[in-house]
């Protein structure tokens, strides 16, 4: 399995702001998934980062707010841009582990007042 | 427009209860099911079913799949407070998408 932390675990932030999740995987993998989880739901995902291309985001999230990048095999940052307090959420990295496994980071709970 | 419906979406439970939560699922060139457990923040893997009527067991918790009705249960016997969790499903086809969760079933387990 893959061993992945995010950083920061947590932040409060200021509407407006912008917030850079950062995701390092000790292995190299293909693909990345970011998922957003707000309060009582189920997660979502955003979008796929594969590395050497752009990622590819899900319908109801755009890449001005949610840019991502994905430099190499093992990293990946997921930006949450000039937030509101609807953006409060835990978002997680997920990578994939083989063609039946999925594993996430620890995750990022954001909350925006 | 692959889904996936979990139930009970909520329960409550008295120690040493056993409870059944359901996953039912359409999902297009369907591979396998996934189920984890949430607790905090991150999910973590329980089990991953790819046949029908082969129950999966890890101690007091078990499950079982029927690829033909098209759905899951996660059974957790004798429960526990730290059984207390978020339990998703999620299932996934044969292609590189990612998985795609239900809703999710809040178990609390009480003393």
């Known amino acids: 399995s893959a061993v992945i932390s995010q950083k920061p675990s947590r932040d409060i932030c200021q509407r407006g702001t912008s917030l850079t999740i950062q995701c390092q995987v000790d292995?190299?993998?293909?693909?990345m998934f970011w998922y957003r989880q707000q309060p009582g739901q189920s997660l979502t995902l955003i979008a796929t980062?594969?590395?050497?291309?752009?990622?590819?985001?899900e319908s109801g999230f755009v890449i001005d707010k949610f840019p991502i990048s994905r430099p190499n095999l093992t990293f990946s940052t997921l930006t949450v841009s000039n937030m509101s307090p609807e953006d409060s959420s835990i978002y997680l990295c997920?990578?994939?582990?083989?063609?039946?496994?999925?594993?996430f980071g620890p995750g990022t709970r954001l909350t925006v007042l | 427009e692959d889904k996936v419906v979990q139930s009970p979406l909520s329960l409550v439970v008295h120690e040493g209860d056993t409870v059944t939560l359901n996953c039912s699922y359409e999902v297009t060139n369907f591979r396998s099911l996934l189920w984890y457990k949430q607790e905090k923040k991150a999910p973590t893997f329980l089990f991953m079913l790819t046949s029908s009527g082969i129950e999966k067991k890890s101690g007091r918790l078990s499950s079982i799949l029927d690829k033909k009705e098209l759905f899951s249960i996660l059974n957790i016997t004798a429960t526990q407070t730290g059984d207390s969790a978020i339990y998703l499903c999620?299932?996934?086809?044969?292609?590189?998408?990612?998985?795609?969760f239900g809703k999710g079933t809040r178990l609390s387990v009480i003393a």
């Open positions: 997920s990578v994939r582990g083989g063609p039946n496994e999925q594993f």
């Open positions: 292995s190299q993998v293909t693909m």
């Open positions: 999620a299932p996934k086809n044969s292609g590189n998408t990612p998985l795609v």
């Open positions: 980062a594969n590395q050497g291309s752009e990622a590819t985001y």
